[in-house]
């Protein structure tokens, strides 16, 4: 529906003579008088407001942004329809801007730019549509919420261990947060067309059937299995979403495999969630908590698959999920897990997740020729240093236990190579120290630095 609204028009030379007198003072910036009156043509989202002046604009805008404000933007995907209420994202019409937006059309640019502007108004309309304010932390959390139903991460062809077959492959999709941010703060100004066709793009497997067929993939070179607790839901969520970015990655010869490259970001637009993670020495809630454990057991399965490591990183404390030594902790940007392929074959990294258990596997065209081992040749232990911190609250000669100390270790793990029942090879893979975490008791009584002093004031 267009309403007309009749605001005592200025006449087409007017405006140019206006446009002129403005001038070198108006410049490109939007500089208009106080007074001034929309130029004949220019409508607000299919609202004629020519020839209005401030006060009636801003009575204009108010009564839409009222109406705009009570509104849903439908977004549509697959046939489903989702509402956002603008309340749920703090969307707000900008009442000044828009009106500022309204009396600037025709009014920047050059001379030449703003005649030709007035023109085209008066003989063919010029839109000016509302403006909106949107809170983009509110706006991000509500479209996440959507994405974590839409997304699906893509399934590489994948070989059936126990079975021989290969697992067929199947494309991923996910949802285009930028593009669908601008379209839903787009329509969030409009008064009409509210509605947003979901941009979602199709992400193909890295492997497929065929490409397991022409590489000849067929025989189990290393696995390592390790255990996880299935109640922590964030955490098993973390995990198997890693394993699906990690699983039917293949790896040429002497090609180099990089985790951070394979996984991505840990963050909330590629569906991780919150977990406890170890920052620090400390274990704190983190994006991503549960990636280090499936960088643990990969990295055991390495090497075991006798593969060279070039980066891995121990964790700052104790694991329980692997031996110690044996852990790889990951950063996006800054910690990696990598490893060279020196076999002279490509190999398959898979991935899989099985109740509470995750495993993960290097695949390749030929049986190993060698057995691998891994053993911790030496392991020193630290005990925990106390830290006594004296309290007013504590009854004299009590003590009080407020964070329990954990020993620190120095390891050294090997990895031996066997063939035909004799050592080939013996390397050192690390040497590790977890550091002790201090055991902080509280004591009874007090100290001189607790004494109030403040009474030597007065001496």
């Not at 990295?299 to 110690?324: F, G």
């Not at 309290?391 to 190579?417: A, K, M, N, W």
Request: glycine letters at 10%.
């Amino acid at each position: 529906m267009v309403v007309r609204i009749k605001c005592g028009l200025a006449g087409l030379f007017a405006a140019i003579f206006l446009a002129a007198t403005l001038g070198a003072a108006a410049g490109a910036g939007g500089f208009y008088l106080a007074g001034s009156r929309a130029f004949t043509g220019v409508s607000l989202d299919g609202l004629d407001v020519g020839g209005c002046d401030p006060a009636t604009l801003t009575d204009i805008v108010r009564e839409l942004g009222e109406h705009v404000e009570r509104q849903p933007v439908v977004l549509i995907y697959d046939g489903h329809r989702y509402t956002i209420m603008p309340a749920e994202i703090g969307a707000r019409i900008d009442v000044p801007g828009t009106v500022r937006a309204v009396l600037r059309a025709g009014r920047h640019g050059s001379l030449a730019e703003r005649a030709r502007a007035i023109v085209l108004a008066r003989r063919q309309g010029l839109l000016v549509s509302l403006s909106v304010s949107v809170d983009r932390k509110r706006l991000r959390d509500v479209l996440l919420k959507l994405a974590s139903e839409i997304n699906i991460e893509p399934r590489s062809a994948t070989l059936d261990i126990e079975t021989g077959t290969i697992v067929p492959e199947r494309p991923g999709r996910r949802l285009v947060l930028h593009r669908l941010e601008a379209g839903v703060m787009e329509a969030a100004g409009r008064v009409r067309e509210r509605e947003v066709v979901v941009p979602v793009e199709i992400i193909p497997p890295k492997v497929g059937i065929a490409d397991i067929k022409r590489l000849g993939i067929a025989h189990l070179v290393s696995s390592y299995r390790t255990l996880f607790d299935p109640s922590n839901s964030n955490r098993v969520h973390n995990i198997r979403l890693t394993a699906l970015k990690l699983n039917g990655t293949l790896v040429r010869p002497g090609g180099i495999f990089s985790f951070n490259e394979t996984v991505g970001p840990r963050e909330r637009e590629y569906g991780f969630l919150e977990a406890r993670e170890i920052v620090s020495n400390e274990f704190v809630p983190g994006i991503g908590g549960g990636v280090c454990q499936v960088a643990s057991t990969l990295y055991n399965a390495v090497l075991l698959a006798n593969q060279e490591i070039i980066e891995r990183h121990p964790h700052s404390l104790p694991v329980t999920y692997v031996p110690l030594g044996r852990d790889a902790t990951v950063y996006y940007g800054t910690l990696d897990l990598r490893f060279q392929n020196v076999l002279p074959y490509p190999i398959l990294v898979q991935a899989e997740v099985t109740g509470s258990e995750i495993t993960t596997s290097i695949i390749g065209s030929k049986p190993p020729s060698v057995e691998v081992r891994v053993i911790t040749e030496r392991m020193e232990r630290e005990d925990p240093p106390v830290i006594e911190r004296v309290s007013r609250d504590i009854p004299q000669g009590e003590r009080v236990v407020e964070q329990e100390g954990s020993c620190g270790y120095l390891v050294t793990t090997v990895r031996l190579v066997v063939k035909n029942g004799k050592e080939v090879r013996r390397e050192t893979v690390s040497v590790d120290r977890y550091p002790p975490v201090p055991a902080i008791v509280r004591v009874g009584g007090w100290s001189p630095s607790l004494l109030d002093l403040s009474f030597l004031s007065h001496i």
